[in-house]
């Protein structure tokens, strides 16, 4: 084979791992339906299927074999670790390695941020789901205004010590309904003794962790990592939780 043939045929094979991997998003996205129903009604009513995540794998490894660079956007070092590193979707589709947007995706009107886990050592697509974050925000953000007008941090029962119910009267405010994506059972809001709002994710967490076998988890290991492991999902707007006499406890945040 010549040079000229060769370097023709690398071509076309490069185009046809392109064209494959785009045609799995958009085999993908035709088969998620998610794009029909409202982001909330998605959210808290239906997961994304297994290839949505297993489509932008393709894509993002393809993407790295070629260019010896990741497709994500940039964090800053304060953005919390299941929060970076974002899909850069626009930068995959100015490539061409992406014809079509993932229905799930956030870009797609969707309810998830696709990010990149593990991105030093071995680059994994996740999910973070968007009406846990919002809700967390949105939550945060009215415990501030009942703060800033002279009112007490609004806890209620204790749940793990330094972290609490939220007294959503005191905020007139109804509790939000939030469905856990790893169990689909309901998923509360806590907060600290400074007012600092979380997902209590301890249910999923001392599943994952009875599963994964108790005795093997050391008393320093976060928890979390075990969802983010095992899932297609990271435990968004959590705080480290440590398996304490056999129970998930949540840790004080340091900063």
Avoid: W
Wanted: with cysteine.
């Amino acid at each position: 084979m010549n040079k000229a043939t060769a370097a023709s045929a690398a071509r076309i094979g490069a185009a046809g791992r392109r064209l494959l991997a785009a045609a799995a998003i958009a085999s993908m996205a035709t088969l998620l339906s998610g794009c029909l129903y409202p982001r909330e009604q998605l959210g808290q009513n239906q997961l994304p299927a297994k290839d949505a995540v297993a489509g932008v794998q393709a894509v993002v490894d393809l993407y790295q074999q070629e260019t010896g660079l990741l497709p994500l956007k940039n964090a800053t070092a304060e953005t919390p670790a299941y929060e970076k590193f974002a899909v850069d979707f626009g930068k995959l589709q100015r490539s061409r390695y992406l014809s079509e947007l993932p229905a799930a995706s956030f870009e797609k009107g969707g309810s998830y941020y696709f990010l990149i886990q593990n991105e030093e050592t071995d680059p994994t697509v996740k999910l973070m789901p968007l009406p846990v974050f919002q809700a967390v925000n949105d939550m945060q953000a009215e415990i501030a205004r009942l703060v800033r007008g002279g009112g007490a941090v609004p806890l209620g029962e204790s749940l793990y010590p330094g972290f609490y119910r939220i007294d959503y009267g005191k905020l007139g405010l109804k509790e939000p309904k939030l469905r856990s994506v790893y169990s689909g059972g309901a998923l509360s809001l806590m907060a600290d003794e400074r007012g600092k709002v979380y997902a209590d994710y301890g249910p999923d967490l001392m599943r994952a962790a009875q599963k994964r076998g108790l005795e093997t988890i050391g008393p320093d290991v976060d928890l979390r990592s075990l969802l983010a492991e095992d899932t297609d999902f990271v435990p968004v707007k959590s705080p480290v939780y440590h398996l304490i006499d056999q129970e998930p406890v949540p840790q004080p945040d340091p900063s």
